[in-house]
């Protein structure tokens, strides 16, 4: 059963920074990715960053290029999402999610099996 727990959320101005953490365990598939998704009231989910977990390659959508990075610690099973540079709206429940990679289709979340709980980002001007 595999499961994932994110942790980092909270409010912070526009213009700083947070770190969120993702938890993963239980799984034993190897050739597999851990993304990031956001969604806000009204909208659909969409992919934030995504990281594999096979050779650590990454992807990221285009509104947070050069402002979010992706990581993992590979012996912890955690992956993280470091968010610098946040603008109001980034403001949404940010999402850790967990399956097979996906390759260049990463950021569809019908794609992902596994979520976690997710946590709150809000960004004050």
């Known amino acids: 059963q595999v499961q994932l727990v994110e942790s980092g959320g909270g409010l912070v101005q526009a213009g700083g920074s947070l770190r969120l953490a993702c938890e993963v365990s239980g799984f034993t598939v190897s050739y597999s990715a851990t993304t990031w998704f956001r969604q806000v009231p009204g909208k659909e989910r969409e992919g934030v960053a995504c990281?594999?977990?096979?050779?650590?390659?990454?992807n990221y959508a285009d509104f947070v290029k050069g402002r979010f990075t992706i990581s993992r610690d590979s012996a912890k099973n955690m992956v993280f999402l470091q968010m610098n540079n946040l603008k109001p709206e980034d403001t949404a429940v940010y999402y850790c999610a967990f399956d097979f990679d996906v390759g260049s289709a990463w950021s569809r979340a019908e794609y992902y099996h596994h979520w976690g709980q997710g946590t709150q980002v809000t960004v004050s001007a």
């Open positions: 990281i594999s977990n096979v050779d650590g390659r990454t």
